[in-house]
């Protein structure tokens, strides 16, 4: 579980600036809203996703699935802090399909960066589904 301080002694801009780079490889012809995310996981690795859109709009993928593909493809591991930015560079928040995906790869205490301040996963998705539910 992450604690209070965790949220006030983290490097946030640097967590952000990992995001606005990955947005720049967003490929967003159809709606110009490129999106990017950056995520810290728990062995210290920083993973990050862009927005990749379709011309079947609804398979467009969100910067968090790709942001979970790379952690997978890294070796795994708990997500423990996230930030997603639009294309100005401004923080926005996950849809909620990815706070599922978030929820699943992070846990209730993975700290998110919102538009209204840093709060845990449970707070943004409260009474989460997840594999426990399955068994």
């Known amino acids: 579980m992450s604690g209070p301080g965790e949220a006030l002694d983290f490097d946030w801009e640097a967590l952000r600036a990992e995001a606005r780079e990955a947005m720049t490889h ?5 709606s110009g ?3 990017g995310a950056a995520a810290l996981v728990a062995d210290g690795r920083v993973v990050s996703g862009c927005n990749v859109e379709n011309a079947a709009y609804g398979v467009a993928l969100c910067a968090e699935c790709g942001l979970v593909s790379d ?8 997500l423990t802090h996230f930030v997603c930015v639009d294309g100005e560079g401004e923080v926005i928040m996950p849809c909620g399909r990815c706070r599922q995906l978030l929820s699943e790869n992070g846990g209730p205490g993975l700290l ?9 996963m449970d707070e943004v998705l409260p009474d989460a589904f997840g594999p426990d539910d399955l068994g």
């Open 26 to 30: 967003a490929y967003a012809p159809y």
């Open 33 to 35: 809203y490129r999106v």
């Open 71 to 78: 952690l997978h493809r890294g070796g795994g591991g708990r």
């Open 112 to 120: 998110l960066q919102t538009v209204s301040g840093v709060k845990r």
